[in-house]
């Protein structure tokens, strides 16, 4: 019996001291009467709720700028991979057009070869112009997942907008491609 007293009022003891406490953390002392720094401390909970609020709406405005910019180079890409396309048929008309050249054993003037052999090397330079733009994508992306982590949200952000700045050179550079090969062609018409 004495066991069982001990332990219930220890229970009641336990009790008595986490309620008083709990009220002294909730802004009392205990006996129903607030604590002096209760205002102090209802002030700094306002002022974090005002921050962890402001804090909220600019990640998403970020958020906002982010898809704007992701959708930038989105299209960005798809205009790339249609003039890689347009390169794509359009050298291969080219290689036809030599073929059929060569069956119909028409021989190409020496200032036709020497004009072909120029826009081959302007090709060959945009094609590496292209192969530096992939590199310093691959970098900016792996740079990104460092600001991820580092929550470097304005590094990020600029990352994304060089991103579609570079898809934008490639573009330019694939019409360049283009220019290229549709001077090769009429060069190779002329000659017919």
Known sequence: MRKFTALLMSAILVVTISAVSFAAE????GNGQPRPDASANAQASDERREETRNRLEEFKAFQGRMK???????????????LRAEN??????????????????????EETMEAIGGYMEQIRAHRDELKETRIRMREILKA?????????????E??????????????????????????????L???V
């Open 26 to 29: 909730m802004g009392g002392n």
């Open 68 to 82: 704007q910019h992701r959708e930038r180079a989105i299209d960005e890409m798809q205009a790339n991979n249609a």
């Open 88 to 109: 794509a048929r359009l050298l291969g008309e080219f290689r036809d057009s030599l073929e059929l050249l060569s069956e119909g054993e028409t021989s190409l003037t």
């Open 144 to 156: 990104n997942g460092r600001y991820r982590s580092e929550k470097n949200f304005d590094a990020l």
């Open 158 to 187: 600029n990352s994304f907008s060089e991103i579609a700045s570079i898809q934008q050179e490639r573009n330019q550079l694939m019409l360049r491609i283009n220019e290229c090969i549709a001077e090769m062609m009429k060069l």
């Open 189 to 191: 018409v002329s000659e």
